[in-house]
């Protein structure tokens, strides 16, 4: 099922990054990601330990393929979801404006753990203000949200995995931006390329011990 | 909730809830019973059973030291889920010397024991918010399985439960729904206060849903959880002790049943089985359908129950052809799972991601007897082994 898919869409893409989706628990971060993927935008169980996924798409003229992480809000998954960040080549830090904690948490945690596990020093930080369809309830200002971003020196976005206002921008953005930086372009394109590689002799082992089995 | 009213017979109410030292106190929405309205036709005959439970309660603390209780709640292994049932009830007694310990703000290293440190890391306050965030976003698929009285709920009754417990964002539900989520808080606030070494987790609303979708009483689905997390509670521990060792059982099934597919793993450097993490914390929740978790999990319950009561290994040993009793049957179960997927993951998945990706969408795909005959034989063959 999902074999199939993952086999097609390597063979057909220049560049893979790997983005993680971070923030408090409840931000809409599993939200954004379903919105992104397939437009829907239901309410969404609690995600438990790591989910993620593969969504290919054409920005500057490249074919990418993006594989996103998604990890759970809570503090107690904290360990695992730490040893995710190795090798992620952009991060998206969410935040809901209409709670200010989990805007400060950002700063306050967040970014903390990006620093500490994060593998990859050139890697791209965004961040993004979600939840912004409930502008009444808003909390957390545009412009305190452009502040931390400077503070942090990471893109910003506000948007709405509701009405999904801004949530392609968002990705494609990061992505840009990934593909600017020469060492993440690197990054990309070789994984990509080993990636295949690993594909190809895979095809090869199987046809080998398939052949072997027969004779 | 009516459980803790009761606890007041015992003259123990009020010290326990003066002791506690959570900032959002007054707004502990678990302290009102939602089911237990006029409504309800059960109303008479659940009264006496709590009754029943507060007896035991109170005999059997008459029998115990505090200090005891203290020691056996903040045990470490997990052997303490073989707790006897009253030492459960007991613990309530031990969250109150264990929150007297924070009031007090002294830390004399045996007490410091009482409350290990990592606890202090979330308060109450913010398992309260995600507690509410999580009944709110809680998926409906036991809807078509709850008794008809809880499918019946006015819409003034699910409106004022959850003003009762203090839901917001609700107002897209139904209200069975509201109602629903207004019964997940009650309860799941109630057990973080029992269990404050726990306090909540993401994940734990998954494992309650299920009780209170069958238990119309709020006070017997909350006794009802507390025995189902005395295993669980590990599960959710900030230490990942609980998880790591289940996913180290797990590895050895595989590791002896299918050698080629564990230096498959070893290779992905997967053999440490993270990919099954879901299931294990939320127990199968998640990729199976509602009845397939009550059938799995009762089967589960069922080995647990005969483990307890004595049947072991040696009865099992006259009647070869069959599976003896397990108290991990549910990971021989997830090791089913994983090999029932030995082609593809040998064949076609490279990385570890895949694998996960693999597990991570299982939901829809299971048989839940195939699994549990999978199980069953990796018990037969591997008990004595693991």
């Known amino acids: 099922m999902g074999s199939s898919t993952a086999t097609q869409s390597s063979s057909s893409y220049d560049l893979s990054f790997k983005i993680l989706l971070i923030g408090d628990s409840g931000v809409g971060k599993s939200s954004l990601l379903l919105s992104f993927i397939s437009n829907a935008v239901d309410d969404i169980t609690p995600t438990i330990g790591v989910d993620f996924k593969i969504k290919t798409l054409t920005v500057g003229g490249k074919r990418l393929k993006l594989t996103i992480w998604d990890t759970a809000g ?15 080549q952009g991060i998206i830090l969410v935040y809901d404006v209409t709670r200010r904690d989990t805007f400060t948490n950002l700063s306050d945690v967040w970014a903390k753990e990006v620093e500490l596990y994060c593998t990859n020093e050139d890697c791209v930080k965004m961040l993004v203000g979600n939840k912004v369809d409930r502008e009444s309830e808003r909390a957390v200002s545009r412009e305190e949200g452009v502040a931390l971003a400077k503070e942090l020196g990471s893109l910003f976005l506000e948007c709405s995995a509701k009405t999904r206002a801004n949530v392609e921008q968002c990705f494609e953005e990061l992505t840009l931006k990934i593909m600017e930086v020469p060492s993440l372009l690197e990054e990309g394109s070789t994984s990509g390329k080993k990636n295949i590689l690993i594909q190809k002799q895979q095809q090869q082992q199987t046809t080998q011990s398939l052949s072997s089995c027969c004779s | 909730m009516k459980v803790t009213g009761g606890i007041g017979n015992n003259g123990d109410s009020g010290n326990l809830m003066e002791g506690m030292d959570f900032p959002d106190y007054e707004d502990v929405s678990a302290l009102e019973s939602l089911s237990s309205g006029d409504q309800s036709p059960f109303v008479e005959d659940s009264d006496s059973h709590s009754n ?7 005999s059997s603390k008459r029998a115990m030291e505090p200090n005891d209780v203290s020691d056996s709640e903040s045990s470490d292994s997990d052997s303490s889920a073989d707790h006897d049932v009253h030492h459960s009830f007991l613990s309530i007694r031990s969250m109150h010397d264990t929150a ?9 290293p045996s007490k410091t024991e009482v409350q290990p440190q990592p606890c202090n890391a979330e308060d109450f306050a913010t398992w ?28 003034g009754r699910a409106h004022c439960s959850a003003q009762a417990v203090g839901l917001k964002d609700y107002d897209h539900l139904e209200p069975s729904r509201i109602f629903h989520a207004a019964r997940l808080v009650a309860i799941l606030e109630a057990y973080a206060l029992y269990d404050p070494e726990i306090g909540y987790c993401q994940g734990m609303s998954d494992l309650l849903s299920p009780i209170i979708t069958v238990m119309t009483e709020d006070h017997e689905a909350f006794w009802c959880f507390v025995g189902f997390m005395r295993k669980a509670r590990h599960n959710f521990r900030l230490d990942e002790v609980g998880i790591r060792r289940q996913l180290n059982i797990i590895s050895k ?17 997967a053999e440490d089985c993270f990919f099954v993490y879901r299931m294990v914390v939320v127990l199968f929740r998640r990729e199976l359908t509602f009845e397939q ?17 004595g049947i072991g290994k040696s009865a099992w040993s006259r009647i070869r052809q069959r599976a003896p009793p397990t108290d991990d049957l549910l990971l021989y179960a997830i090791a089913a799972s994983v090999l029932q997927r030995r082609k593809q993951i040998t064949e076609k998945y490279s990385s570890m991601d895949e694998i996960l990706r693999e597990c991570n969408n299982m939901a829809g795909h299971l048989d839940v007897w195939k699994l549990l005959d999978d199980a069953h034989d990796l018990v037969v063959t591997l008990h004595d082994k693991i």
């Open chain 2, 253 to 269: 099934i595989i590791k002896h049943k299918d050698s080629h597919l564990y230096r498959h793993l070893e290779k992905l450097q």
């Open chain 2, 52 to 58: 029943l439970m507060l007896d035991e309660f109170s």
């Open chain 2, 293 to 309: 978790t009550l059938c799995l999990w009762e089967v589960m319950w069922a080995d647990q129950v005969a483990i307890r009561a």
């Open chain 2, 100 to 108: 007297e310990v924070h009031s007090k703000e002294d830390s004399s």
């Open chain 2, 128 to 155: 309260q918010r995600i507690i509410r965030v999580d009944a709110v976003r809680a998926n409906e698929e036991w809807i078509a399985y709850s008794t008809p009285q809880a499918g019946v709920v006015s819409d």
């Open chain 1, 74 to 88: 809570q503090e107690k998954f904290r360990t695992l979801t730490s040893s995710y960040f190795r090798g992620a």
